[in-house]
C-alpha cells in the first residue's frame, strides 16, 4: 500500500517557466519530506527538504511547499532550465520511522 | 569524500542463478538501507541495518533474499535463486540519522 504518491508521471515545461511537482501522502505521522532528482544511470542525489513544522522551504530556484491538512506537497523550480529535466521522487520520514517512503517518480522535461 | 559505491553497476542473470549486490557505505554511516524501483514504479524499502544489526527486514519480499552487513562496513544482498519478478534495480542508501539518505548509483539487476 503506497503511502506516498506522485500522481503525474511525466511533466513538459518550456525553459523559463515554472515547474511544479506534486506529491500525495497518506501517514499524518509524517514530519519530515524530501525531494531527490535522479538522471539516468544514477542514484538519486539529495534535493531539498521541509520539516512538517514549516509550510515552505526555499533554496535558489526550487521551493517546495508543505500543507499538512492536504497532506500534500509540491516542488517549485523557477525559472526551469534543460538541466533540470531528470526524475523528481518525493520521500516521507520522521522520527517516528527508520526508513524513507517514495513516490513513483515524475519526470521533467524542460524543453529549451 | 567517497559516496555509496555499489558493485555491480548492472547484471544479466538467468532464472534460478544466485546474485550478490555490493554496498559500500559512505564511511561513519550506521545506518544502511537497501531499497528497489521495479519498472518505473516507487523506491520500495528493503531493510534497515544500523550497524552489524538488522533492525527492519519488514519490505524483503521473502526469504530468496538475503542480506548481511559483517562489522557494520560494507553490506551484501544475496538473491538466491532468482525468478524474473526480481528484475528492477537495486540502491543502496546511507545516512548518520533516520532523516538522512544518500544513494549509490544502483545495480540494475535483469533476470532472464
Known amino acids: 500500500d503506497q503511502q506516498v504518491k506522485q500522481n503525474s508521471p511525466s511533466l513538459s515545461v518550456q525553459e523559463g517557466r515554472i515547474s511544479i511537482l506534486n506529491c500525495d501522502y497518506t501517514?499524518?505521522?509524517?514530519?519530515?519530506f524530501l525531494w531527490y532528482k535522479k538522471y539516468p544511470a544514477e542514484g538519486p542525489t539529495f534535493l531539498i527538504s521541509i520539516s512538517s513544522i514549516k509550510d515552505k522551504n526555499e533554496d535558489g530556484r526550487f521551493t517546495v511547499f508543505l500543507n499538512k491538512s492536504a497532506k500534500h506537497l509540491s516542488l517549485h523550480i523557477v525559472p526551469s532550465q534543460p538541466g533540470d529535466s531528470a526524475v523528481y521522487f518525493c520521500?516521507?520520514?520522521?522520527?517516528?520511522?527508520?526508513?524513507?517512503?517514495f513516490g513513483s517518480g515524475t519526470k521533467l522535461n524542460v524543453k529549451p | 569524500e567517497a559516496g555509496v559505491t555499489q558493485f555491480p553497476s548492472h547484471s544479466v542473470i538467468e532464472k534460478g542463478q544466485t546474485v550478490t549486490l555490493r554496498c559500500d557505505p559512505i564511511?561513519?554511516?550506521?545506518?544502511l538501507y537497501w531499497y528497489r524501483r521495479v519498472m518505473g514504479k516507487e523506491i520500495k524499502f528493503l531493510l534497515h541495518f544500523v550497524k552489524e544489526s538488522k533492525q527492519d527486514e519488514s519490505g524483503m519480499p521473502n526469504n530468496r533474499f538475503l542480506a548481511e552487513r559483517t562489522g557494520g562496513t560494507y553490506s551484501t544482498l544475496k538473491v538466491q535463486p532468482a525468478e524474473l519478478e526480481d528484475s528492477g534495480v537495486y540502491f543502496c542508501v546511507s545516512g548518520r540519522s533516520s532523516t538522512e539518505a544518500f544513494f549509490g548509483q544502483g545495480t540494475r539487476l535483469t533476470v532472464v
Open positions: 520521500a516521507a520520514s520522521g522520527h517516528n520511522f527508520n526508513k524513507f517512503y
Open positions: 564511511s561513519g554511516h550506521d545506518n
Open positions: 501517514n499524518s505521522m509524517f514530519d519530515y
